[in-house]
């Protein structure tokens, strides 16, 4: 599969609440994930565009939900939610983040399939063992990244993706299990076809 279809993505807004949002039509996938595991930066591998979402090497970069049309006719959307678990940011503005992501992903009918981020070498923290146990209890279709496989060996990174593909065998809610890096690209195709499927 070719990914030109995604190489027209654009940027089409930022906003800081859950409220005021593009209308809520079209199907949407959404990306989310601990702070700094990657989710900005697989958006732009996936779109093959360096410039579409703001990369930074210090965590907290993305906290706005910030909106992408990937194709023409806005049918297609790509959210890009503000990372989790980033501590140096005050509890107060933490809470009101989660309070954000969540009433977006609580309310949005549009919302098609949620793509989960993980850094490859921190697995499995307690906030994405809830956005997978939210998936599963809504049935929404998961795709979960374990990002920054460049950082370890070919073996090691199998070794880690078979372990969470047992880890999350028992659901019933379709899922899949990629290892990604968006620095030399693994995996992207493999995303590409998959949000394809899904969206
Ligand atoms: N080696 C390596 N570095 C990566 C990879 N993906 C992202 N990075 C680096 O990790 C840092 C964080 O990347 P971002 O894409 O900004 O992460 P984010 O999840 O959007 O972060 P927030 O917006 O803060 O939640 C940057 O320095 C990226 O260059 C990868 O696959 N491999
Ligand atoms: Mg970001």
Redesign the pocket.
């Known amino acids: 599969m070719n990914n030109t279809f995604f190489q027209n993505a654009k940027f089409t807004g930022s906003y800081p609440t859950s409220e005021d949002l593009p209308l809520d039509e079209g199907t949407e996938i959404a990306f989310c ?10 958006l ?1 591998a996936l779109t093959n565009n360096k410039k579409l ?10 906290q706005a939900i910030n909106f992408f049309d990937i194709d023409s006719t806005g049918a297609f959307k790509i959210v ?1 939610l ?2 989790y678990g ?1 501590a140096k940011v005050s509890k107060k503005m933490r809470s009101e983040w989660g309070q954000e992501i969540e009433k977006y992903l609580m309310t949005r009918k549009s919302l098609n399939a949620l793509c989960i ?1 993980m850094d490859i070498r921190h697995t499995f923290k307690e906030d994405d063992l809830k956005l997978i146990n939210w998936c599963e209890t809504k049935d929404l279709p998961m795709i979960l990244l374990l ?5 370890l060996s070919n073996n090691k990174a199998s070794q880690v993706t078979n372990s969470a593909k047992k880890t999350l065998q028992k659901l019933s809610t379709k899922h899949h299990v990629i290892a ?5 690209k693994t995996g992207i195709a493999a995303l590409l076809e998959k949000i394809n499927e899904l969206k």
């Not at 994930?33 to 697989?42: L, T, V």
């Not at 990002?147 to 950082?151: E, M, R």
């Not at 990604?180 to 030399?184: E, F, I, L, P």
């Open positions: 994930g601990r702070s700094n595991c990657g989710k900005s930066s697989i732009n979402a703001k990369t930074s090497k210090t965590p907290g970069r993305t890009d503000p990372g980033y981020i990002n920054k496989a460049d950082k990604t890096s968006a620095k030399n």
